[in-house]
């Protein structure tokens, strides 16, 4: 079992930027693939972001390319994501996932084998 830890979120306004972190147990933590998804309040959980082990390649949702950035730091056992030009629909809680067993697509949930408790970020107007 892998234990995963968000942290970073909070209350920003419109047009802010965060930085969420996700810390992870375990000492194979350059092995997994790692994503972040995000689920509103009344709405399906989505794709946000994703980086692979070597974090050399990495995969974006349409509605946040170009403004969240996935990053990683395998001697730290954490990966980030850098969200910017933050708009009121950002609004979700945002969970970290890996993916240990590379089993499914890494753009959506199917991929990922493990789960953190999410941390919410609220952006308003």
């Known amino acids: 079992q892998v234990q995963l830890v968000e942290s970073g979120g909070g209350l920003v306004q419109a047009g802010d930027s965060v930085r969420l972190s996700c810390v992870a147990s375990?000492?194979?933590?350059?092995?997994?693939?790692m994503g972040w998804f995000r689920q509103a309040p009344g709405k399906e959980r989505e794709f946000v972001a994703a980086v692979t082990r070597s974090g050399y390649t990495t995969y974006y949702a349409d509605s946040v390319k170009g403004r969240f950035t996935i990053s990683r730091n395998n001697a730290k056992n954490t990966v980030y994501l850098q969200m910017t030009s933050l708009k009121p629909e950002d609004t979700a809680v945002y969970y970290c996932?890996?993916?240990?067993?590379?089993?499914?697509?890494?753009?959506?949930?199917?991929?990922?084998?493990?789960w953190g408790q999410g941390t919410q970020v609220t952006v308003s107007s």
């Open positions: 375990g000492r194979t933590f350059s092995s997994y693939n």
């Open positions: 996932a890996a993916d240990a067993f590379r089993r499914g697509t890494l753009t959506t949930g199917d991929g990922y084998d493990y």
